[in-house]
């Protein structure tokens, strides 16, 4: 059964500072994985894209990484602001096109 | 190029009424995944369509829920007799290809059963 894991559930920060987000997985078989952004009561945004070849993506101040031997993704956000502040979720696309979510980091920046 | 969009964005329904479900994907996609939140709890894949084809419903539940992806038109995700445990946001994605492509999301249906 393929499971993802966010760790931590919660996490509240002082604006400015530099964050990571965890993501683990069990299924090696990735063919990639997408970390998304969701705000209270709307649907999700695309954020990145790491395909299974890959080790990283970069957009702006996100800075996605993907260990497939370890099973584990990270989002490293830097310098945070309170527009960050929403649910980060990844999900790992495996074989048939699904994706499987993780329970997601709910993030807080404080001003 | 527009998103991918869903309609109704709210739908609120009595037990046992009929809900209809619509999304349509971006322009060029011709793959449509629907996944549902279910309050507290994280996104759960339901079911993959091309056109006219439904490729993999596992996630769906066995009775009462049907979808589908006609040649014209939008995907319809169809919930009969809705009851209370029904009440979740419904989100459709679609995507140009398979395997290893970027899905897209709407904005999601919330349904709620009264």
């Known amino acids: 059964k393929q499971e993802v894991t966010q760790i931590p559930a919660a996490l509240s920060v002082p604006e400015g500072e530099n964050l990571v987000l965890n993501c683990s997985f069990t299924d090696s078989a990735i063919y990639n994985l997408q970390w998304f952004r969701q705000d209270p009561g709307k649907g999700l945004t695309s954020l990145l894209l790491?395909?299974?070849?890959?080790r990283e993506q970069t957009s702006g101040r996100l800075n996605a990484s993907l260990d497939k031997s370890s099973g584990r993704s990270t989002l490293y956000i830097a310098a945070s602001q309170p527009g960050d502040s929403a649910t980060y979720l990844c999900a790992e696309e495996t074989s048939g096109s699904r994706l499987t979510f993780g329970e997601g980091t709910q993030l807080t920046v404080n001003p | 190029n527009a998103g991918v969009m869903q309609n109704p964005r709210h739908l609120v329904r009595r037990r046992g009424q009929e809900a209809r479900l619509r999304c349509s994907p971006m322009?060029?996609?011709?793959?449509v995944y629907w996944y549902r939140q279910l309050p507290e709890e994280g996104l759960k894949f339901m079911v993959y369509?091309?056109?006219?084809?439904?490729?993999?419903e596992s996630g769906m539940p066995k009775e009462r829920f049907s979808a589908e992806f006609p040649k014209e038109g939008p995907s319809i995700l169809r919930i009969q007799q809705v009851v209370r445990g029904d009440s979740a946001a419904y989100f459709c994605?679609?995507?140009?290809?398979?395997?290893?492509?970027?899905?897209?999301f709407g904005p999601g249906t919330r349904l709620t059963v009264t």
């Open positions: 994605a679609s995507s140009h290809g398979t395997r290893g492509v970027e899905q897209y």
């Open positions: 790491i395909q299974s070849s890959q």
């Open positions: 369509l091309q056109k006219e084809n439904i490729i993999d």
């Open positions: 322009k060029g996609h011709s793959h």
